[in-house]
């Protein structure tokens, strides 16, 4: 994928860079440092208030999805040009009050639409644990823009990685059939049951990428005050996400992911957040960097502290394979280093 990852869903065309809106995802440079730039790198992962995509005939299990990366901070990195005021002094020709609207602007704007229908359509598919093909995309959702077909699934499959932490992975070349997978290993999505709620890995890994950058160990302050600017509040309810709070401090605490414990020594009771040992268990800090370098649009040894200590960590993972490998060999020739005859029955 090309090093405009961080435009997430946003811009469709490089002709429209000029146009882009400085407080767009998509237009947000890489910052001086380290610790903004790897911050700033999370806010693109999920959206907690995109708009409605109206999507007549859909499942009504999937209503919510039919939400998904349609928000202006999400898909609309290429805005639609604004039309040019009539001049009130020019005395010539028909009187009018806009100019007619930018061509190539009203294409971005169809394919934007594309791709949120399209991201909408994965995302029942994910739900329903189905399969899907090309033939099936262009035929249910792209119709009449297949030669917009490879940009407008680029984008999507962005999107269904940052906002559900989903991936949308082909499994027969030939066919071009594909299959929805979670992403970095993970193997919770936070689903209450087939076909109920939606997927909420996305969530979970911005969560995990917060507690790494701020030193393995987040105060629960920052995390509320990462997910309060993407419009996630604890005690709202999220469409995705269901009640935040409940979600981020006893479900994905039961499950593992996190550990979510007091301050100790604090004036005040506070509380922070660490990996839970499940979290460990399924992914790792290199896992983790890599997706916010993708996510960026850099190359994980751009952070060069966080770098060193996810080598660091994967270093050390490799080690206690290696032991637990060499202690289940030393047990296994133990055994067999035992003589038939000391079991024989006496005669």
Request: with cysteine.
């Amino acid at each position: 994928m090309p090093h405009s990852k961080k435009s997430q869903c946003c811009k469709l065309e490089a002709s429209h860079e000029a146009q882009r809106r400085p407080q767009d995802p998509v237009d947000a440079q890489v910052p001086v440092t380290e610790k903004e730039t790897t911050t700033s790198s999370l806010s693109p992962l999920i959206q907690g208030t995109p708009e409605v995509v109206p999507a007549a005939g859909k499942p009504s299990v999937c209503q919510s999805s039919q939400e998904v990366c349609s928000s202006p901070s999400t898909i609309k990195g290429a805005p639609l040009s604004k039309p040019n005021e009539g001049s009130s002094s020019h005395k010539e020709g028909p009187s009018t009050s806009q100019a007619p609207p930018d061509p190539d602007s009203l294409l971005s704007e169809v394919l934007n639409q594309k791709v949120a229908e399209l991201v909408q359509f994965l995302s029942v598919k994910y739900v329903t644990k189905k399969p899907t093909m090309a033939a099936e995309m262009l035929q249910s959702v792209i119709r009449e823009h297949k030669g917009h077909f490879p940009v407008i699934f680029k984008k999507a499959c962005e999107c269904m990685e940052v906002v559900f932490g989903i991936e949308v992975k082909e499994v027969d070349p030939v066919n071009h059939s594909y299959e929805l997978v979670k992403i970095l290993n993970l193997t919770y999505d936070g689903m209450l049951s087939n076909e109920q709620g939606m997927p909420k890995t996305g969530l979970l890994i911005l969560i995990l990428g917060m507690i790494f950058v701020e030193g393995n160990c987040a105060p629960e302050e920052k995390i509320w005050d990462m997910l309060n600017k993407i419009g996630v509040f604890a005690g709202k309810k999220d469409f995705i996400y269901g009640e935040p709070r409940k979600l981020i401090t006893k479900d994905l605490v039961q499950e593992k992911y996190l550990e979510y414990r007091q301050v100790p020594n604090s004036d005040l009771p506070c509380y922070e957040f660490l990996w839970g040992p499940r979290a460990h268990a399924e992914t790792s800090k290199m896992q983790v960097l890599k997706f916010l370098a993708k996510v960026s649009g850099t190359a994980p040894t751009s952070f060069s502290s966080w770098y060193e200590e996810a080598v660091r960590d994967e270093r050390a993972r490799a080690e206690a394979r290696v032991a637990a490998t060499d202690d289940t060999t030393a047990m296994a020739r133990e055994s067999s280093s035992v003589p038939s005859g000391s079991f024989s029955c006496p005669k």
